[in-house]
Nanobody
Framework: QVQVEESGGGLVQAGGSLRLSCAVS????????MGWYRQAPGKQRELVAT???????KYADSVKGRFTIFRDNVENAVYLQMNSLMPGDTAVYYC?????????????????WGQGTQVTVSS
C-alpha cells in the first residue's frame, strides 16, 4: 500500500521560514516527478514547485528566489524549503509523486497525493 506522509507545516510570522517534508513508501521505483502544490481558501490548487528524477526544477513565479525544492531519491522523499514567507503563502500544501509510462491505451500512471499540511503566515 502506497503511503504519502507530509510534515513540517505550521504557523510562522511573515519573513520566517519553514521546511516541508514528504516521504512516499510502498513502492519500489523512483518517481519521475515529485512536487508541491498548494490551495488557499476559495482558490484552485496551484503548482508551487516540482523536481524531476534528474534534478530539473520548476517553480511558480510567486515563489522563485524564496522557495527551494530538493529530493532524496534513495528515500523517495521530497522537501520544500520556504524562506521569506508572506501572508499570501498561506495555504494547505500538498505533496505529489508522479510517474507515467507508455502512451495512449498502454499508459500506466502512478499519481499519488498527500493529505496536505497547513501553512499559515501571519503579518
Amino acid at each position: 500500500q502506497v503511503q504519502v506522509e507530509e510534515s513540517g507545516g505550521g504557523l510562522v510570522q511573515a519573513g520566517g521560514s519553514l521546511r516541508l517534508s514528504c516521504a512516499v513508501s510502498g513502492v519500489i521505483f523512483r518517481f519521475n516527478v515529485m512536487g508541491w502544490y498548494r490551495q488557499a481558501p476559495g482558490k484552485q490548487r496551484e503548482l508551487v514547485a516540482t523536481i524531476s528524477l534528474g534534478g530539473t526544477t520548476k517553480y511558480a513565479d510567486s515563489v522563485k528566489g524564496r522557495f527551494t525544492i530538493f529530493r532524496d531519491n534513495v528515500e523517495n522523499a521530497v522537501y520544500l524549503q520556504m524562506n521569506s514567507l508572506m501572508p499570501g503563502d498561506t495555504a494547505v500544501y500538498y505533496c505529489n509523486a508522479l510517474s507515467v509510462y507508455g502512451m495512449g491505451p498502454d499508459e500506466e500512471r502512478y499519481d499519488y497525493w498527500g493529505q496536505g499540511t497547513q501553512v499559515t503566515v501571519s503579518s
